[in-house]
Nanobody, 129 residues
């Protein structure tokens, strides 16, 4: 059974940092593009960023460029999301998701959504003073 489990969420003040983890079980992350999506109360799901499997290309939503970084540790079968300079508008449930057919040069997040195969339940991030 393919499964992704997120961890690392919590409450932080504006300007703070958090590091989220996404651990895979039942499959190898090496062959999947992995992305982070977020869902804020009353808002539509937003594709935050992703990293491809083929060449490690990364794609970011404009709202997080320069603040968020995605990385993958294939040996640990885990993907990380480093979030710095957090803002209240970053509050939401962060889910990691896998898309095996998503490759470099594809549009993000549209093509990433199209190729989604597996996703987790999410971890809640709250940015508030």
């Amino acid at each position: 059974q393919l499964q992704l489990v997120e961890s690392g969420g919590g409450s932080v003040q504006p300007g703070g940092s958090l590091r989220l983890s996404c651990a895979a079980s039942g499959f190898t992350l090496d062959y999947y593009a992995i992305g982070w999506l977020r869902q804020a109360p009353g808002k539509e799901r937003e594709g935050v960023l992703c990293i491809t499997s083929s060449d490690g290309s990364t794609y970011y939503a404009d709202s997080v460029k320069g603040r968020f970084t995605i990385s993958r540790d294939n040996a640990e079968n885990t993907v990380y999301l480093q979030m710095n300079s957090l803002k209240p508008e970053d509050t939401g449930n962060y889910l990691c998701a896998g898309a095996k057919e998503y490759n470099s040069g594809s549009s993000f997040p549209e093509d990433f959504y199209r190729y989604l195969e597996v996703w987790g339940e999410g971890t809640l991030v709250t940015v508030s003073s």
